[in-house]
T-cell receptor
Framework: NAGVMQNPRHLVRRRGQEARLRCSPM?????VYWYRQLPEEGLKFMVY????????ESGMPKERFSAEFPKEGPSILRIQQVVRGDSAAYFC?????????????????FGAGTRLSVL | AQSVTQPDIHITVSEGASLELRCNYS??????LFWYVQSPGQGLQLLLK??????LVQGIKGFEAEFKRSQSSFNLRKPSVHWSDAAEYFC????????????FGSGTRLSIRP
């Protein structure tokens, strides 16, 4: 059973370009979370999605950032017109979440991350 | 406001020595509690979690953590560290409602002295 898959592992963009980060959740998981880790800091929540729905985007910057989790395919975190301050590691996590199965289903499993460098 | 505090930015211990990493949280109600470990350039691996019940929880790699409600703490311990334990350790909390974002501390970097 493969874990959470993120690609690319490393992404280099010039200022003003677009960055697209992909995340395939673990098999059987229908909930995806995106976090950002700036250098020397902990992870900060960005957005929580279920298939075709954004559940909580309270951590998303108001401009240039968007996320989707379509019915088919991976979740995508999209950053338009990147700036140097967007350079960070972006982590995706997934969880199965079955309300009938109790708290243990809320555990989030993390991918290895995408390290974005903006030149 | 919800927050997690890890007061120690960097700790160095000798191989074979005991370890305790501190974590305090501020939350409206007792949250779910987690410790994650991150090796350089890698993602996060769950070490252990506290949901309910016994306040001393056992995790992988010989780690344990104790939940103390009165102190709002969830300190991580290991009786004897190994050189492979060198990594960044993150304490985290999540709401007891259904699926929820995780709030992370700023991390403690652990170095092991040979």
């Amino acid at each position: 059973n493969a874990g959470v898959m993120q690609n690319p592992r490393h992404l280099v963009r010039r200022r003003g370009q677009e960055a697209r980060l992909r995340c395939s959740p673990m098999k059987g998981h229908s909930h995806v979370y995106w976090y950002r880790q700036l250098p020397e800091e902990g992870l900060k929540f960005m957005v929580y999605l279920q298939k075709e729905n954004i559940i909580d985007e309270s951590g998303m910057p108001k401009e240039r950032f968007s996320a989707e989790f379509p019915k088919e395919g991976p979740s995508i975190l999209r950053i338009q017109q990147v700036v140097r301050g967007d350079s960070a590691a972006y982590f995706c996590a997934s969880s199965p979440i079955d309300r009938e199965m109790g708290a243990a289903k809320n555990i989030q499993y993390f991918g290895a991350g995408t390290r974005l460098s903006v030149l | 406001a919800q927050s997690v505090t890890q007061p120690d930015i960097h700790i160095t211990v000798s191989e074979g020595a005991s370890l305790e990493l501190r974590c305090n949280y501020s939350y409206g109600a007792t949250p779910y509690l987690f410790w994650y470990v991150q090796s350089p350039g890698q993602g996060l691996q769950l070490l252990l979690k506290y949901f309910s019940g016994d306040t001393l929880v056992q995790g992988i790699k010989g780690f344990e953590a104790e939940f103390k409600r009165s102190q709002s703490s969830f300190n991580l311990r290991k009786p004897s560290v190994h050189w492979s334990d060198a990594a960044e350790y993150f304490c985290a909390v999540a709401a007891r409602s259904s699926a929820s974002k995780i709030i992370f501390g700023s991390g403690t970097r652990l170095s092991i002295r040979p």
